[in-house]
């Protein structure tokens, strides 16, 4: 039987995860974790175990580990590529310090682990367009360093001690449940909030700026699938390159006029968050994915466009 510790419950990602793994192993084996509360949460906190949890602090790790018999982490505590920028020694601290107490606890523990990486793993110098699984990675991010460095420490970790490591590469999350926290995608996802609430939205993002992106539900899926793969078809482990779609804010902006035909998008662009985007790939090639583990999305951006809309009216209580 499994029993998940989820560092970074609280976040984007994690309140989405926390309900689906307690819907599929059962509510008492999932224990959420976070540096702090969080307003907004207090459904998920009650419904399961929930521990406060700082990921650069071992003992207390360990000690929670220890009570609840944990036998994997899906560690999702980071700082992003925006806020990384503002602060990259906090972004170090917790991305690469963190992670590494999650490992030795791994390797002392006999944990299986799952740590995500990111599209920004790779730099200027990668080849931008359907950008394979292995190819140059030299990022000009304090985030992306982390990232690369984080996929080469979990292979470490897997190939010196035999620590069960997983991961993927995310691309940009888009949901509707929890707001992203200080990244370079976040415009993919304010968008749709301003389309319903005001029929506009300013993207810090330019026109023509392609990147990856991908709806929550099949990152969780994915999440899911990688961790229950069958191991000896596993060949890259830490970082797969995963997609389901790329669009620039024009094209997002189209697919949103099919419900909305009066929205309206402008542009006041952020040097800083551009010279991210501009540093990452359009488009990345998924195939070891798909082969090793099955990986298959379910979601383009017709479909993420609608789902998210009538969504978000509900949570923003937006009548037609
Ligand atoms: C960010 O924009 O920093 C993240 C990411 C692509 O990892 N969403």
């Known amino acids: 039987m499994r029993k998940i510790l989820v560092t970074g419950a609280l976040g984007q990602i994690g309140s ?13 084996n999932i224990i959420a974790s976070n ?24 003992i207390q790790m ?19 590529s ?6 990259p020694m906090a972004c170090w601290d917790i991305n690469m310090n963190g992670l590494y107490n999650v490992l030795e606890l791994g390797r002392k523990k006999n944990l299986q682990i799952f740590n995500p990486s990111s599209i920004a793993a790779f730099g200027p110098s990668t080849p931008p367009d359907k950008t394979p699984q292995d190819t140059i990675q030299r990022p000009t991010t304090m985030y992306g360093v982390t990232k690369v460095a984080g996929e080469l420490l979990c292979d470490y970790y897997y190939q010196k001690f035999g620590v069960d490591t997983r991961g993927v590469r995310f691309p940009g999350l888009i949901s509707y449940e929890t707001l992203p926290g200080g990244g370079t995608t976040d415009y993919a996802v304010h968008i749709y909030y301003d389309a319903l609430k005001k029929g ?12 990856d992106m991908m709806y929550m539900p099949d990152a969780i899926d994915s999440i899911i699938n990688l961790m229950e793969a069958d191991p000896s078809r596993l060949i890259h482990r830490n970082a797969f390159n995963i997609s389901s779609m790329s669009f620039d804010p024009e094209e997002l902006a189209a697919s949103i006029r099919k419900h909305i035909p009066d929205f309206q998008l402008d542009y006041d662009v952020d040097p800083v968050r551009q010279k991210i985007a501009d540093s990452w790939p359009n488009s990345l ?6 082969e090793e583990w099955g990986w298959n999305p379910k979601y383009n951006l017709d479909l993420m466009t609608e789902d998210m809309l009538e ?4 949570k923003l209580d937006i009548k037609d």
């Open 82 to 87: 925006a806020v990384g920028e503002k602060d």
């Open 35 to 58: 540096r702090r509360i969080k307003d907004g949460h207090e459904e998920l906190i009650k419904s399961g175990p929930f521990e406060i949890v700082n990921i650069n602090d071992i």
């Open 16 to 28: 989405e995860l926390i309900v689906r793994l307690r819907d599929i192993y059962g509510s008492d």
């Open 200 to 211: 506009k939205y300013t993207s810090f993002i330019a026109k023509g700026t392609f990147m």
């Open 62 to 80: 360990a000690e929670v580990i220890d009570r609840y018999k944990v036998n994997t982490i899906i560690n999702l505590a980071a700082i992003l």
């Open 285 to 290: 090639d998924d195939r070891a994915a798909r």
């Open 311 to 314: 969504k978000l009216k509900i």
